[in-house]
């Protein structure tokens, strides 16, 4: 018990401390958390083989994104939801939502995502990485690769795009 009120008491410290923290005029030029909406354009190369054969191919497609995003210490976690609507392809358009947890390094901030994706043939793991610009308190630039595959229907499906985008954020 004793050892659990150390651990308590250092928390709290730890989180009073966080809590008082100022951030400097860069850092909230930087700061990539909050409510964001934006609208992206990509490739998508896509093949499916097996019972449907597909051979690989291109699409270049419009996409949408909304999500939030939170400082946690030196990281940021987040929540996307997205909608990409490559036709051409060999699962159709689909969207989905994603976690994501980025590194922010001054206007930068890499990050990864995972989450899952949905439409035809059904839903699947979505991953990806990319990296985000911040140009200004509202307006950042991000480029990203993100992949799928499902096996449905005696069907591999596989999907990886490559996508440009830009986010407005609300805060």
Sequence with gaps: MRTFK?????????????AHAQPTQQQLIDDFSGPYIGAKVGVNISSASGAVNKP???TL???FVAGYGFNAGPVVLGAELFMDMHNGSSTAKDGGVD???GYPIGPFMPYAR???????PGWTFHYGLGVEYKL??????FSEWTRDSANAY?????????????NYRFK
């Design 136 to 141: 200004t308190t509202k307006f950042s630039v």
């Design 99 to 101: 976690a994501k947890i």
């Design 56 to 58: 690989t191919h291109t």
């Design 114 to 120: 995972l989450g899952a994706t949905g439409d035809w």
């Design 6 to 18: 150390k651990l308590l008491m250092c928390a709290t410290l730890a989180i009073s401390a966080v």
């Design 154 to 166: 005696n069907t591999r499906w596989t999907n990886n795009s490559i996508t440009v985008g830009a």
């Design 61 to 63: 497609f419009p996409g």
